[in-house]
């Protein structure tokens, strides 16, 4: 048989305090027990979340570069031979315009 189940729960005096002190014990908690902070920081500006114009075009060109060297090898039409050096460096190439995309704002 499973135990009862508890019928009451949760916390019973606010966060940063003891049960019998009457302000918080942390200086840096108010009566509510919510963190005072004494750093403001001030929000990003707006140039810096731009990306510049070169990031989504470097995106884009590993992108369609990757993907033709891959659909080139499985064609045949790659000079010296089918050899797996063309499958990674178009493997890399689309892992890179990954990597540029998260990087992109």
């Known amino acids: 048989m499973a135990p009862p189940k508890r019928k009451t729960g949760g916390r019973v005096t606010p966060k940063g305090t003891t049960p019998g002190a009457s302000r918080p014990v942390n200086p840096d908690h108010n009566e509510s ?33 990757g993907a033709l060297i891959i659909l080139l090898y499985y064609l045949g039409a790659v000079p010296g031979g089918r050899s797996n050096v063309y499958l990674v460096v178009g493997l890399v190439s689309v892992l890179g315009g990954l990597y540029t995309a998260t990087k992109y704002h």
């Open 33 to 65: 027990g919510v963190v005072a902070s004494s750093r403001y920081t001030p929000p990003v500006p707006q140039y810096v979340k731009e990306s510049p114009r070169w990031v989504p075009i470097l995106m884009f060109t590993l992108f369609i570069l």
